[in-house]
């Protein structure tokens, strides 16, 4: 080992141990890309955008921020269903990972947890419950159908706000909606609209 120490100068190691860190910041951040490729192509090919989505589309692949914003089920809800402490890590984490860290095993092939989540979202749509945005902040992720269930605001409230039209637009993401539309003042401007009504009629979440 000391003799392959020598044959490098300080500026050649200096470069490897560089590389080595940049490979390992990209690799999760390219894993980031193909997910939300991943997460963006399903949407498209199952016309998430129209709403009313079966539950037999929801993959082990999937967060749970994903299944909320996409079925307009508040996070807080799906958390409650499954038994599972709220975080912003297993909100992220998708259903097999969750899965398996809750030693929950399988059910016909598929996560337990797969199944606990599909009934949760169909015992959803036979009682809405608002429980307020369990994240606070609305992010571009969310959809606004899916922040006016979590809050108990009408929807038509958020869209009559922000002057965009409600129809064809309820289930799709703030984020892709303001480039689509070319919102005045981009994603943070109308971010921004949506939050002071959050903030100001939403019904407040019940755990900090």
């Given amino acids: 080992m000391k003799k392959i120490y020598n044959l490098l100068t300080p500026i050649q190691w200096l470069a490897i141990v560089l590389i080595i860190v940049g490979i390992a910041i990209m690799i999760p ?14 949407a498209a090919e199952n016309d998430f955008a129209a709403g009313n989505l079966s539950p037999n589309l929801i993959r082990p692949w999937m967060s749970l921020s994903y299944i ?14 499954a038994n599972i402490n709220p975080k912003k890590e297993t909100s992220m984490m998708g259903i097999n990972r969750l899965n398996q860290r809750m030693n929950l095993g ?29 994240e606070k902040e609305v992010d571009d992720w969310m959809t606004m159908q899916y922040i006016a269930n979590s809050t108990g605001v009408p929807v038509e409230t958020y869209f009559n706000a922000v002057n965009i039209p409600a129809a064809g637009n309820a289930f799709k993401p703030l984020g892709f909606l303001s480039d689509e539309l070319k919102y005045s003042g981009g994603k943070k401007a109308l971010i921004a609209e949506v939050q002071k009504i959050v903030d100001t009629q939403g019904v407040k979440p019940v755990r900090p």
Avoid: C, H, S, W
Wanted: glycine residues 6%; positive net charge; charged residues 20%.
């Fill in 106 to 134: 399988a059910i016909d092939g598929q996560p337990a947890l797969l199944k606990t989540i599909r009934a949760a979202i169909l015992a959803y749509r036979e009682n809405p419950v608002a429980t307020g945005l369990l």
């Fill in 29 to 42: 951040k390219a894993k980031g890309m193909f997910d939300f490729y991943k997460e963006t192509r399903y």
């Fill in 68 to 81: 909320a914003a996409a079925y307009a089920v508040p996070q807080q809800y799906l958390y409650d269903a």
